[in-house]
């Protein structure tokens, strides 16, 4: 795998995004993650209070910094309702990548109605999937392997590892970091400081070694399915980070702050009041 894909309506992109494609970037270890804004989205056409324009433009800001992230017009620039088929195809094409290439990110609320995207049992031959839950909710966990089994996925391992949570570079840091505010930073999943927390990530991460914790590491969980195609899927448990765009929306039209939430960037942008029109 070499490519994270992270599509969506981005409305409007926030840390959380940010924060979780780094993530996916590090634990892959992938070259880059492709944002792909959707255009014409098929189930959320009448919700998006940001046109094409102010979302496309607003992830190209927030990510413009990060040597690793870069946007893909695919979406934006057709006049056709936005699905994930068509949009893996072209990036295959486009990039000149094969399925085993890419990894298409997902949250776990998005993978439960997967039945219900336009051609669905074409996706599973155009990519790897990464699906990151929020914490260990096992009933969301349960109904997430019970789909990826009747997609043709097989249990193959389950892989534990940490997340680098210390404040300092790394590759994908923001260029010119040391200049850029605190709160531009990417959100983290939580630090190990509570058997709650260490209960929450993993059974096993009860016993990580004293210099992690007060490192600040965070622990992961992947239980990792392929299928018969050799692709993989691999369901991601992690801390939540608690950022959601709806949140957003919200605190917005109740006039409250939302400065931790969004990049400096996208925060000018709300407070203009931002239209490409």
């Not at 840390?15 to 892959?28: K, R, T």
């Not at 195809?89 to 890419?102: C, G, H, I, V």
């Not at 336009?118 to 909710?137: A, C, M, P, Q």
């Not at 957003?248 to 709300?270: G, T, Y």
Request: proline share 6%; charged share 25%; with cysteine.
């Amino acid at each position: 795998m070499k490519v994270g894909v992270l599509g969506g309506t981005f409305n409007p992109i926030h840390l959380g995004h940010l924060g979780i494609a780094e993530l996916i970037l590090q634990i892959f270890k992938l070259e880059k993650v492709i944002f792909v804004p959707a255009k014409l989205p098929p189930f959320k056409s009448e919700s998006l209070n940001y046109s094409a324009g102010d979302r496309y433009k607003m992830v190209e800001l927030s990510i413009e910094k990060y040597p690793k992230f870069e946007i893909s017009d695919i979406e934006y620039r057709s006049d056709k309702t936005s699905y994930t088929v068509t949009t893996l195809q072209e990036l295959l094409k486009e990039k000149n990548l094969t399925p085993s290439d890419l990894g298409f990110i997902m949250g776990a609320d998005s993978w439960l109605n997967v039945e219900k995207w336009w051609n669905y049992s074409e996706l599973f031959k155009l990519s790897n999937f990464l699906i990151v839950t929020r914490g260990h909710d096992p009933q969301t966990e349960e109904k997430i392997k019970l789909i990826a089994e009747k997609m043709g996925f097989c249990y193959n391992e389950r892989k534990e590892g940490f997340f680098f949570n210390e404040e300092k570079e790394h590759e994908n840091e923001p260029r010119h970091s040391s200049a850029a505010p605190s709160k531009g930073r990417l959100p983290r999943p939580a630090a190990v400081k509570s058997p709650e927390i260490q209960e929450n990530i993993s059974e096993t991460a009860r016993d990580l070694p004293t210099s992690n914790k007060e490192r600040g590491n965070s622990p992961y969980m992947i239980e990792n399915f392929k299928n018969s195609l050799g692709l993989e899927l691999n369901i991601i448990r992690i801390s939540p980070i608690d950022i959601s765009s709806t949140q957003i929306r919200s605190k917005i039209e109740k006039n409250q702050s939302v400065d931790e939430l969004v990049s400096p960037e996208i925060l000018n942008l709300i407070q203009e009041g931002y239209t490409s029109a």
